[in-house]
């Protein structure tokens, strides 16, 4: 289960790190063109302020557990990423894009389990 647990943790991190960042150092009407059309329904500073709530979940994903230090932590940014996932999933859907959701429901799935089981 540990195993199970920090590849899960580490593809978490690996996958919101990446996408943070992107949105943090591309401009919304860059992201818009590479597939990211949910962008159209934001302002450049909502845009900033997922990307940074994703870089920090990837952060705190990992960090955490690496160091022992309040391991717990790990389980509440596991926790908020589920979160910020399905409010992804809840655009998509609302702007139709249901193929889009399911990475979503994928990263979402996996961060939920994060969260309980360091959690619970």
């Known amino acids: 289960m540990t195993t199970v647990l920090w590849a899960l943790q580490g593809l978490l991190a690996f996958a919101f790190l990446g996408a943070g960042a992107m949105k943090l150092m591309k401009a919304r009407t860059d992201l818009i063109p590479m597939g ?7 302002s450049d500073g909502q845009v900033k302020v997922i990307g940074a709530l ?15 230090i309040m391991p717990q932590l790990a389980g509440f940014a596991a926790a908020g990423l589920t979160l910020t996932m399905l409010g992804a999933a809840a655009v ?3 702007r ?25």
Do not use: K, N
């Open 36 to 42: 990211m059309g949910w962008a159209e329904d934001f």
């Open 54 to 68: 994703e870089l920090l979940g990837g952060i705190g994903i990992i960090v955490p557990s690496i160091t022992g």
């Open 92 to 94: 998509h859907a609302r």
């Open 96 to 120: 139709g894009e249901f193929p889009m959701m399911v990475p979503g429901f994928v990263l979402g799935g996996m961060a939920a389990f994060v969260a309980y089981s360091h959690l619970m």
